[in-house]
């Protein structure tokens, strides 16, 4: 069986109906990656109240409805499919709220002054999701490392050194912090390395649950280390 044989979206590629496990996997995924929905949302042409109630909405649509069916499995990257999929959910909620407004009913507000900023820095909505869908990946390493220092006892360690596996340390940090923990710097600049280490390990990995081959899993990646920079190199 091949490694991407069972990840979650492999799974709900291949059953392309109703089994538990594809129906339980892809709850799992779109619980994972509603915060780049939602900032996609906020970003696009929705005020802040609305952004809520708007990413429920395309989220029970999409399981109800079963929109992953139509996803091609030789193409298969869970991010893009998502995208494209709400992307046509806030096409038809727009066109609807136009109906109810010739009707007489209420339509969708524009930006909130939050969201206005946003925009104003320049940013699409397109690159507001990849940032968040980047942030979502490493959140969900970093809680994966995380555990993985508590179960071998080094939590504290852990945690005085995690401020250093977002950018490489100046070697005046490791000084620093080598003198507080009563360690060589030389010992730090080790442990530094492998958590850095497994945490790219730990990020390919959850990106590995996204995508249906090794082709997107690269072409994931390259995304990821354009959005998040020093943590991934």
């Known amino acids: 069986m091949g490694r991407f044989d069972t990840t979650r979206w492999s799974v709900v590629l291949r ?7 594809a129906h339980a996997a892809l709850e799992t995924l779109c619980r994972t990656y509603r915060p780049p929905v939602l900032a996609y949302v906020r970003s696009h042409v929705f005020a802040r109240d609305n952004a809520e109630d708007l990413t429920q909405a395309f989220f029970a649509g999409f399981l109800e409805h079963a929109w ?6 030789e193409r298969g990257r869970f991010r893009s499919f998502l995208l494209t999929a709400l992307k046509r959910f806030l096409i038809d909620a727009n066109a609807e709220s136009r109906a109810l407004k010739r009707g007489g009913g209420c339509r969708l507000e524009s930006m909130d002054g939050a969201e206005v900023a946003a925009v ?27 555990v993985e220092a508590e179960r071998a006892d080094k939590l504290t360690l852990f945690e005085r050194l995690s401020e250093f596996l977002a950018e490489p340390p100046e070697q005046a940090d490791y ?8 360690l060589r710097q030389n010992t730090l600049a080790v442990a530094v390395h492998r958590l850095r280490h497994r945490l790219r390990e730990l990020v390919r990995e959850e990106l590995t649950e996204t995508t249906a081959n090794h082709g997107d899993l690269e072409a994931e990646l390259r995304a990821l280390r354009e959005a998040l920079g020093a943590v991934m190199r």
Do not use: I, K
Not at 175 to 182: N, T, Y
């Open 15 to 21: 059953a392309r109906g109703e089994p538990a496990d």
């Open 68 to 73: 992953h069916a139509h996803a091609d499995p």
């Open 120 to 146: 104003s820095t320049g940013e699409t909505p397109e690159h507001v999701f990849q940032r968040e869908w980047a942030r979502t990946v490493l959140s969900a390493a970093f809680a994966r490392l995380r």
């Open 175 to 182: 000084a620093r912090v080598a003198a507080e923990l009563h």
